[in-house]
């Protein structure tokens, strides 16, 4: 992916779709069954929903079907969490892969990182690194896959477990090294209840319908936003110097890019702001909206070439 301006989803035709891209069920390590895991999203107001149990030997190396549990207004992308080889920290990856049909082969004996995310990527699939501030992975881990498409920027399971649950500082740092890399931000379903990792973090992606097909090309063209509260309606860079935001209520929109501040505006109740980019020195940029919450929105990385 380019990730330029060009491919901001807002421009893009169809609308919004709200989604959790990771999650488990009782088929992995889940609290919830795969039919009560779909009726859980889609009563709290998602469109659709990943269940990507994890696939390992434990749990039979098996993808988990939910087509049958699609309906008119929601729909389940078939996906799992894959664990070939191991990362510097000793442990297995934990790889995120949408849009898996269902016969692929979750293992093979002697898989690496990189020959698991060429072969899901040759099935069609939408491939992250997951939670990597969570597990210790390294730069140097991510650049032995080849290629990724995104990164979990923020991971539910891991802030509520461990308060390792943001991992920009490793994005940026994949940015600075020229890894054009969405970000999006997940659940990592496993447990309900009052410190439970339901509805942390979740994708709007801009499709022309809601169906797995489409969804996985918005996905796979970038276009989709990540968030743990706030909405980002409208971002644009307008000639060659100015940065147009519009979203929900913020306290605060910021603009990040390579230089070590960042250009920010702050009040109450803001519904966008204008930023003059002629001084920018960067490469790439990222605009954040933080709301009276605490809650956060992430455009995908914006490369200005």
């Not at 082969?105 to 072969?119: C, I, K, Q, W």
């Not at 600075?176 to 709007?204: K, L, S």
Request: aromatic share 10%; net charge negative; hydrophobic share 40%.
């Amino acid at each position: 992916m380019n990730f330029t301006a060009d491919s901001l989803p807002f421009a893009q035709p169809g609308r919004f779709y709200r989604g959790n891209l990771h999650g488990h069920s009782t088929e992995s390590d889940g609290a919830w069954s795969p039919a009560e895991y779909v009726r859980q999203y889609r009563q709290n107001g998602y469109d659709f929903a990943a269940l990507t149990d994890h696939c390992t030997e434990l749990h039979g190396y098996e993808i988990t079907d939910t087509r049958h549990l699609r309906s008119d207004d929601f729909t389940t992308l078939l996906g799992a969490e894959l664990h070939p080889g191991q990362i510097e920290s000793g442990s297995p990856w934990h790889l995120l892969a949408v849009g898996l049909p269902l016969d692929f082969e979750t293992h093979r004996p002697g898989d690496s990182g990189a020959s698991v995310v060429a072969r899901a990527h040759a099935a069609g699939a939408f491939v992250a690194a997951t939670h990597p501030n969570w597990y210790a992975q390294t730069v140097a881990d991510f650049e032995t896959l080849g290629a990724a498409d995104a990164v979990e920027c923020y991971n539910g399971s891991g802030d509520v477990k461990s308060d390792r649950g943001t991992s920009w500082h490793f994005i940026d740092m994949l940015l600075h090294r020229g890894h054009r890399v969405g970000a999006i931000a997940v659940d990592d379903f496993h447990t309900a209840g009052e410190i439970g990792d339901f509805m942390c973090g979740w994708v709007h992606v801009k499709a022309e319908a809601l169906t797995p097909e489409a969804l996985l090309r918005a996905l796979k063209a970038g276009h989709y936003y990540a968030s743990t509260g706030p909405q980002l309606h409208h971002v644009e860079i307008r000639g060659s110097d100015k940065l147009v935001v519009e979203c929900s209520p913020a306290r605060q929109i910021l603009v990040t890019s390579e230089q070590a501040g960042a250009r920010q505006v702050s009040g109450g109740a803001l519904m966008g702001a204008e930023f003059d980019l002629s001084a920018v020195d960067s490469r790439w940029l990222r605009v954040t909206v933080r709301d009276e919450c605490g809650g956060r929105a992430w455009t995908n990385p914006i490369w200005l070439d």
